[in-house]
């Protein structure tokens, strides 16, 4: 069954610098396929850092993506939100979960995909709204601030693509 959640994080927002935010987001985790195993967990306290991704196709759900990563043999989805050029945020993974999605940093950091291709186009605004408030919600969460870095500075990949400028979170 899916769950809504919304979400208002207005004093830790403007404790760590932001605006008062209202999100919403889909909570899918329960409804999306599921490989054999399950991911490690650890404590919200262990995380410190948020890494976004794109998804490298002009299109795609967070189904799709679940196929995908378990036909590569992982226990589901490996990001913990995704977000669809319409600004659709989508919980995929329980923050607690250590899905596969940044290597060696997966059991610290927090993974957030963007749909999209971002080195052949930016960002939708709505995407970008929705991941400034999606990093809003994971610190709020967390209660602490954590470094937001894009994939390709942990690893030698071009994601979350060119076009993609983490200057504007």
């Known amino acids: 069954m899916k769950r809504v959640w919304w979400i ?13 935010t209202t999100i919403k987001i ?4 329960a409804s999306l396929p599921k490989g054999k195993g399950a991911y490690k967990r650890r404590t919200l306290s262990s995380i410190t850092g948020i890494v976004v991704h794109h998804s490298a196709a002009d299109s ?4 799709a993506i679940a196929n995908y ?3 590569r043999g992982w226990p589901g989805i490996g990001y913990h939100f995704v977000i669809s050029p319409d ?6 993974n329980d923050l607690e979960s250590i899905s596969y999605h940044v290597g ?18 930016p ?10 408030g ?12 954590l470094v937001v870095k894009g994939h390709r500075d942990l690893a030698a990949t071009e994601c979350p693509g060119n076009m993609m400028d983490l200057k504007k979170i």
């Open 69 to 71: 990563h378990i036909s």
């Open 8 to 20: 208002v994080a207005a004093l830790t927002a403007l404790a760590i610098g932001g605006t008062m």
């Open 123 to 132: 960002p939708t605004p709505l995407q970008m709204d929705s991941l400034r």
């Open 134 to 145: 999606v990093i809003k919600h994971v610190k709020s969460t967390v209660g602490k601030e």
């Open 104 to 121: 060696y940093y997966n059991t610290t950091y927090v993974g957030i995909c963007l749909i999209g291709h971002l080195s052949k186009h």
């Open 87 to 92: 600004g659709t945020v989508n919980q995929t």
């Open 60 to 63: 795609g759900t967070p189904t």
């Open 26 to 29: 889909d909570n899918i985790v």
